[in-house]
């Protein structure tokens, strides 16, 4: 039987980024090979022409070697070269029936983990052995749960299809819209998701979640002529001042009346030296709304100041865009029946079907549970409550082990009550 406190460590040891979750992948699928379900993974779960954001060449090599080192199977890894590493396993009942699926993330965030001893990973010797990559929004969490719904389900004694799709970046709303345009979610009648913590105190589940916002990421890159800034300024094109245009105009955009909205530029880069005239720079801008319409109406903008930005100072230039999510509507029934599920279960104490909690944030299982509901079928988006010591995100974010084995009783019992 799994150790769940001991799966969950060892994913926290082992923190991979969005593309790069060649260790924890392999992991899973072998895990599910175990426990007897079928498995498919890498380009097989993901369209490739579909994938947004993936990481540049060298990134994705040096974590594959990183992830084989640390005990990755060569054989399972081998199929996920390239940043493919998404996993879908499916374990069938002894009768047949609807397709209930339930989906977990997997990937880690670009933050360097503390070192206070306060840190219950630092204290515990579970720290990320990764500096600057740290599970700080409980994905190790979220897979350890996962992997031990798939061992509880092994037995088969249900009547339908249970699928288990574990999902690379989410961070940066990246890996889901790949996974759904290769048909992953277009079979099933019934899909789960669910995250620890949100500001939802251990002991309280909400059975649905509202506020998650539309958003695009965009990049943009800049390129101009590069020139001797002392002797022939004037025969440069600057790449950087263009990009700084841009910035302070994209940040410059008024808000909505229709509804809240977020702008924000993350990343300006660019340039070589002092005395050179910048060739080439390089944005990360996301726009957000609560609505979709006036996320898009972001989007025209932020992409109308860039290329009038670029026009200005004679640049070339291109948008790409490497991630996105739309909002969630949960179906209510689904809400109902978690509310009524966690009722069994010691340690839940506060059942909510419809939440309160608005994160104003984005999740691109969003765009799952929209395919879901497209097809006919009804989706959800849980919040199982845990205390933490520091917000999502932070250097000290923490999980509380406990909160494990109660989910996976939960999830258990949605399972086998949407498949008896």
Known sequence: MLDLIELRRDLHRHPELGFTEFRTASKVVGLLRQFGYEVIYGQDAMEPSSVRGLPEKEVLEAAYERALRDGADPAIAAHMKGGYT??????????????????????????????????????????SLYEGHMHACAHDGHTTIGLGLAERL??????????????????????????????MLDDVDTLFCQHLGCDVPLGEIHGSSAGFLASTKLEARFRGVASHAGSSPEKGNNALLGAATALLNIQS?????TGETRINVGVLEGGTAANIIPETARMIIETRSVDEQTNEELERRVRNIIAHSAGMHELEHEVRVIGGAIPIVCSPEL????????????GFV????MGQTSSLGSEDASY?????????????????????????????????????????????????RTLR
């Open 368 to 416: 799952m549970i929209r395919r879901v509901q497209e097809l006919g079928g009804k989706g959800t988006y849980m919040i199982i409550g845990c205390d933490l010591p520091a917000p999502h995100h932070h250097p000290e974010f923490d999980i509380q082990e406990e909160v494990l084995p109660r989910s996976v009783e939960l999830l258990e019992r949605l399972a086998r």
């Open 154 to 183: 092994s037995d088969r004694q249900f009547a339908g299809t249970v699928k288990l799709i574990f999902q690379p970046a989410e961070e940066g709303v990246r890996g889901a819209y790949a996974m759904v345009n290769k048909g």
């Open 253 to 257: 955009l008024p808000r909505f009346s």
């Open 335 to 346: 809400a109902e029946m978690t509310a009524e599920e966690a009722q069994h279960i010691e």
């Open 350 to 353: 506060n059942q909510k079907a």
């Open 86 to 127: 998404a996993v879908v396993g499916t374990l069938r009942g002894v009768q047949e029936g609807p397709t209930v699926a339930f989906r977990f993330d997997m990937d880690a965030l670009p933050i360097t983990e503390s070192t206070e001893t306060r840190h219950v990973p630092q204290a515990e010797g579970f720290r």
